[in-house]
């Protein structure tokens, strides 16, 4: 469930940060609840701003 998932601030890898953001996107699909929805594409949103950062180092 992605509300189980690490919080951005912990150190992961890149495959890690790829398979929560895929339990993100399907827990999105998931729900019709606005403010899951903000909540989970904030999460979304920072895991993807990992993974960019992990690419640029």
């Given amino acids: 469930m992605a509300s ?7 150190q992961t890898d890149t495959e890690t940060l790829l398979r929560e953001l ?3 996107v399907a827990a999105l ?3 019709n609840d606005v403010e899951r929805r903000k909540e989970l594409w904030a ?3 920072a895991r993807v ?7 640029q180092n």
């Fill in 49 to 55: 701003n990992l993974l960019d950062d992990l690419i």
């Fill in 4 to 10: 189980e998932l690490p919080t951005p601030d912990e």
């Fill in 22 to 24: 895929g339990d993100l």
């Fill in 43 to 45: 999460q979304a949103r």
């Fill in 29 to 31: 699909t998931d729900t």
